[in-house]
């Protein structure tokens, strides 16, 4: 089969199980943004994706986002992985969002080189292993008082990643993380905290049931889609 049909079925099929999910959660579908992670791919066959009809697309390297960002430009690129300081100011003109805000340091980094508000969220390591970077839940309030200071950064809400284990074993690492926004939002009602980034290929449909606005897919976009 050509990669492109092989996608198209991958895409539909993790279409039906996003729309799945949303009914068993009552939710609507609109309310669920698929990120399509491309960390594994060419940008050729990351290209094929808005050629589908998928525009948000996900790297957690921000090296492999600006060459794939520099051939996909009718793309919206989230940055979901590690960022380093020096790495900002490449990284601000070509991201729609920023997801891996896991340091205050990095807040205030951001903040001071953006040129136009940008989105970020707020990484928070809610499944307690130590190998996993970002605040810890306890932290994240105290993050209150640097909010109402920035000017171009918008705080929209928050992200983690699940311990790898069964999707049912991940329930609480969401039920933490949606609660902890519902926390946040109490803090600062002037605020428009409205995301949630949780959900990967293992466990996104419990994330849906569980709150996620945004969910961040790879693996099984690809399975079976070779270069
Ligand atoms: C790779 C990656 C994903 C996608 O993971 P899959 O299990 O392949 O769906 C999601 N989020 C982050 C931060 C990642 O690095």
């Not at 960390?39 to 948000?56: F, I, M």
């Not at 205050?104 to 001071?112: V, Y």
């Not at 994240?140 to 909010?147: D, F, G, P, R």
Request: charged content about 25%.
């Amino acid at each position: 089969m050509d990669i492109r049909q092989k996608l198209r079925d991958n895409l539909a099929r993790v279409e039906e199980r996003i729309a799945n999910a949303c009914a068993r959660a009552n939710r609507k579908r609109s309310g669920v943004t698929l990120v399509a992670v491309t960390k594994t791919v060419s940008p050729d066959l990351a290209k094929l994706l808005p050629e589908l009809g998928v525009y948000d697309l996900g790297e957690n390297r921000p090296q492999e986002l600006w060459r794939k960002a520099a051939s996909i430009t009718d793309a919206r690129w989230h940055l979901i992985g590690h960022l380093q300081r020096n790495k900002v100011e490449k990284t601000l003109p070509l991201v729609t969002m920023i997801h891996s805000v896991d340091r205050e340091r990095l807040l205030l980094e951001i903040e001071r080189q953006a040129q136009r508000p940008i989105d970020v969220l707020l990484e928070v390591n809610a499944s307690g292993e130590l190998s996993k970077s970002g605040f810890n839940p306890g932290e994240v309030t105290s993050v209150v008082s640097i909010l109402s200071t920035l000017r171009q950064v918008q705080v929209r809400g928050l992200m983690t990643m699940a311990a790898l284990q069964t999707p049912e074993a991940c329930r609480p690492t969401f039920i933490l993380l949606r609660e902890l926004l519902e926390k946040l939002r109490a803090a600062c009602p002037k605020h428009r905290l409205d995301h949630l980034s949780m959900g990967m290929s293992n466990d996104f449909e419990v994330a849906i049931e569980e709150g996620a606005t945004l969910i961040r897919l790879g693996t099984v976009l690809w399975e079976g889609v070779e270069a």
